[in-house]
């Protein structure tokens, strides 16, 4: 199990590294805890965020959020953050990833691969909160 944290912590500083050197955002990770990654951008006025944690004994991945003030929308950072987040969970062996969204954010989870869970299929991802699975 320690290999797993050690292999987290390894890419997470990696996605911070490239996220300032590809897009100037100056994340810190703010927690990382045994289930839960915060990484916020202080430096930013409005909310920079990328939070997620693991459910299901560590077989999902559940997001918990990916905010960007409107100044940094629509520059590939947000596809950036999710294609890491899908390669994170591969590498690592999760099987899948589920996520809340507002109704706006919907067309980006949908590029993304993402679908909107039907009713029914709810029960097959413990530790759900949203609508969406990959």
Request: with cysteine; proline share 3%.
């Amino acid at each position: 199990m320690l290999l797993f944290y050690e292999n987290a912590q390894l890419k997470l500083e990696f996605l911070k590294d490239a996220l300032n050197i590809n897009y100037q955002l100056q994340f810190e990770i703010m927690h990382y805890g045994t289930d839960i990654v915060v990484l916020d951008d202080p430096n930013e006025e409005d909310f920079t965020q990328f939070w997620f944690h693991f459910c299901n004994a560590k077989q999902g991945i559940y997001v918990d959020l990916l905010t960007l003030p409107s100044q940094l929308l629509r520059k590939g950072i947000g596809t950036f953050c999710i294609k890491w987040l899908k390669d994170f969970a591969s590498d690592l062996g999760f099987k899948y990833i589920v996520l809340g969204s507002v109704a706006k954010a919907r067309a980006f989870w949908t590029k993304m691969g993402f679908r909107l869970l039907k009713p029914e299929e709810l029960h097959n991802f413990p530790g759900y909160q949203g609508r969406y699975s990959r």
